[in-house]
T-cell receptor, first 114, second 110 residues
Framework: NAGVTQTPKFQVLKTGQSMTLQCAQD?????MSWYRQDPGMGLRLIHY???????DQGEVPNGYNVSRSTTEDFPLRLLSAAPSQTSVYFC?????????????FGQGTRLTVV | KNEVEQSPQNLTAQEGEFITINCSYS?????LHWLQQHPGGGIVSLFM???GKKKHGRLIATINIQEKHSSLHITASHPRDSAVYIC????????????FGKGTHLIIQP
């Protein structure tokens, strides 16, 4: 039972570099989302997807891109990393977020941009 | 946008004590989640509830829809319960994910 798998667990980037955070789930969930967690703040939604081929912006989408070519995978791309993107990133999946269903989270990616 | 407030922000207690963490929200919801995050660790779902009360082992979660309030209780607390407890809500009506509280940092001392 893998659940939600995120890679890498840790990453250091230089300002201006790009990278992709990987997220995969094996529960056949339609809904997947990316959050960032910053000290003193609750997790905030970056982007989400309600199914393959469908994505939309969350609360803090600037500087990030996503795509959903398969049900299983939902990668998050940082186009040109900035120190303000230093954060812990969590991927999550669930059956039906609007109607309320249990959310499953990855282990997180701790990203530092220098 | 739903506002989710948790209290207390920090809580230190002795092993064996009964613990209560509170969560209030501003707008009607379809479901409320209690999550647990150990230091440096991932986030684990403890409960999802839309009414009443749920129990799992030493953990109990209650929700009062009319008062827009939920509580998480831990009975016979243990040092391994030390973690951040996060309340999150589905506001419903759309697929815009969860709205999170800032979390309650709980330390149980032996």
């Amino acid at each position: 039972n893998a659940g939600v798998t995120q890679t890498p667990k840790f990453q250091v980037l230089k300002t201006g570099q790009s990278m992709t955070l990987q997220c995969a789930q094996d529960m056949n969930h339609e809904y997947m989302s990316w959050y960032r967690q910053d000290p003193g703040m609750g997790l905030r939604l970056i982007h989400y997807s309600v199914g393959a081929g469908i994505t939309d912006q969350g609360e803090v989408p600037n500087g990030y891109n996503v795509s959903r070519s398969t049900t299983e995978d939902f990668p998050l791309r940082l186009l040109s990393a900035a120190p303000s993107q230093t954060s812990v990133y969590f991927c999550a999946s669930s059956w039906n977020p609007a109607g309320g269903s249990e959310a499953f989270f990855g282990q997180g990616t701790r990203l530092t941009v220098v | 946008k739903n506002e989710v407030e948790q209290s207390p922000q920090n809580l230190t207690a002795q092993e064996g004590e009964f613990i209560t963490i509170n969560c209030s929200y501003s707008v009607g919801i379809s479901a409320l989640h209690w999550l647990q995050q150990h230091p440096g660790g991932g986030i684990v779902s403890l409960f999802m509830l839309s009414s009443g009360k749920k129990k799992h082992g030493r953990l109990i979660a209650t929700i009062n829809i009319q008062e827009k309030h939920s509580s998480l209780h831990i009975t016979a607390s243990h040092p391994r319960d030390s973690a951040v407890y996060i309340c999150a809500v589905n506001s419903g009506g759309g697929a815009d994910g969860l709205t999170f509280g800032k979390g309650t940092h709980l330390i149980i001392q032996p």
